[in-house]
């Protein structure tokens, strides 16, 4: 278990969860970094706790988006909401910004979804 700013974090549960983390027995000093990364994007308060949750929550209802498009990573920190991950096409990308802006705000949303194709995924 690592420990990160007050809370618990199980290295095999954050490699599973987060994008960031690479494979399961990565080293210790990578999952860290992870924990660390994943954190500090997400504020601890209350009120980011919830506006991540709703979204989220808005996001799971959305039936027009991919398993993909509703995995991407949500987080708030002091009020702000950033989006980031990979979606499948551009409408995924402007929907999802669509759904964090009617939670959160249109000044509250800072849009870092990438679109990926097949032929992107292959060139990485």
């Known amino acids: 278990m690592t420990r990160v ?19 399961p ?15 500090a994007t997400q504020g601890q308060s209350e009120r980011d706790r919830r506006m991540t949750h709703r979204i989220r929550e808005s996001l799971a209802h959305e ?3 991919s398993f993909t498009a509703k995995n991407v990573r949500v987080s ?8 980031s991950g990979p979606v ?21 949303v800072a849009n870092q979804l990438e679109v990926t194709t097949k032929d992107n995924a292959r060139a990485r």
């Open 5 to 23: 700013t007050g809370t618990t974090v199980n290295p095999t549960e954050l490699s599973a969860a987060s994008p960031d983390a690479t494979a």
């Open 76 to 83: 708030t920190l002091h009020g702000r909401v950033t989006l």
């Open 25 to 39: 027995g990565v080293a210790a000093a990578d999952t860290t970094a992870a924990a660390s990364r994943a954190s």
């Open 88 to 108: 499948r096409t551009t409408k995924e990308r402007v929907a999802i910004e669509s759904v964090a802006q009617r939670v959160a705000g249109q000044d509250h």
């Open 63 to 65: 039936h027009d988006l």
